[in-house]
């Protein structure tokens, strides 16, 4: 009787593991159904999507986005640029800025102004800009003039630098480093905004993309000094944590998102992609290949799927190095968490249609 037992209790130990053991094994196959499911960044297998944004419903009852529409497609031409932008589907309202960066005396990365010359003057826009806060070739109205001349901007459009007057004061919501987002006082003349970013490396934020725009971007001179000091001061340049530099780079983002509303978008364009900023003057040469125009109406959504193509490329290992160094992901990381954006999105390949 005693032996029938413990054969009994063995047996009955051997059930409960497999058990436990099938339950585990299904749970991370779930997980990664749900991951796989919400994400697709290799642009090798991206399918044309026609579903959109996914709604569920919060304890609240009210409708939340489960993941972000981020449109794509490889033909980095004017012809491109323009194709993603109509799926955008976006009505400019009043006076049009596009937001981009003119680049450093020196560089050669920056956007081409052939490549936005279209787009911009089908919306009659002026492109933005505002000085910087490290000096260079940009560090006042005059000199930033000059530069936008230099690199044929100014022929395809009025120039517009921003912080010119001054700056106003943005609230930012919640804040934990900003109180307020110092932006240049021309901002206010603009209704509309098209945010046109060079996807690339950055010596301190890891990567500049649709998020470094709109913050460092929009920020007048002391404006920059606010969000790399974490909210310390309004002169000179550093000061933070790395990390209290980043969340407060989200932070300003979410200043300009909370005050624009429906009213802005945002294009990354990832050719020239080298490990350093169009605000260098000697920048390095990209040593790796040019993947696409990417599109969307959230900021995080649209630099977490630029940070995942670069993750998926096979010459991208530079630049992986160079946003891992500077902790460049925890930027999105914290975006998401204050609301600026969403961390889940999924591709739509326009050139699929």
Request: hydrophobic share 35%; aromatic share 6%.
């Amino acid at each position: 009787m005693k032996k029938v037992i413990i054969i009994l209790a063995i047996i009955a130990v051997i059930v409960i593991a497999n058990i436990i053991i099938f339950n585990i094994v299904n749970q991370n196959n779930n997980q990664t159904q749900t991951a796989n499911t919400h994400v697709n960044t290799n642009i090798n297998n991206i399918e044309n999507s026609e579903q959109g944004n996914q709604e569920i419903t919060s304890p609240d009852g009210t409708s939340q986005t489960e993941f972000s529409t981020v449109y794509f497609t490889r033909d980095i031409s004017s012809r491109g640029l323009m194709n993603i932008y109509n799926n955008l589907q976006f009505e400019p309202q009043g006076n049009v800025a596009v937001k981009l960066s003119t680049g450093e005396a020196g560089g050669s990365y920056y956007l081409s102004p052939d490549l936005i010359k279209d787009l911009v003057q089908s919306v009659n826009g002026t492109i933005v800009e505002c000085n910087t806060a490290y000096g260079g070739s940009r560090s006042n109205t005059a000199m930033h003039k000059q530069v936008a001349e230099d690199h044929g901007f100014t022929s395809i459009a009025n120039v517009d630098i921003l912080d010119e007057n001054g700056s106003i004061n943005l609230t930012v919501p919640n804040g934990k480093h900003l109180e307020y987002d110092m932006v240049g006082a021309n901002y206010q003349n603009y209704d509309s905004t098209i945010v046109l970013s060079h996807f690339k490396g950055h010596s301190m934020a890891g990567f500049g993309g649709a998020v470094k725009n709109i913050s460092i971007g929009f920020a007048s001179s002391s404006g920059k000094s606010l969000i790399h000091s974490a909210g310390t001061r309004t002169s000179g340049f550093g000061g933070a944590s790395q990390d209290d530099f980043l969340e407060s780079m989200a932070e300003a983002a979410l200043a300009i998102e909370a005050d624009k509303g429906d009213n802005i978008v945002y294009i990354s364009v990832m050719n020239n992609l080298s490990v350093d900023c169009d605000c260098d003057s000697n920048p390095a040469e990209p040593d790796m290949h040019d993947i696409g125009i990417l599109a969307s109406t959230d900021p995080v959504a649209l630099d977490k799927a630029c940070v995942d193509l670069v993750y998926e490329a096979e010459d991208g290992k530079s630049l992986i190095q160079r946003m891992e160094s500077r902790n460049g992901i925890h930027t999105l990381e914290y975006g998401a968490e204050i609301g600026l954006g969403n961390l889940n999105y999924e591709i739509v390949n326009i050139d699929a249609r």
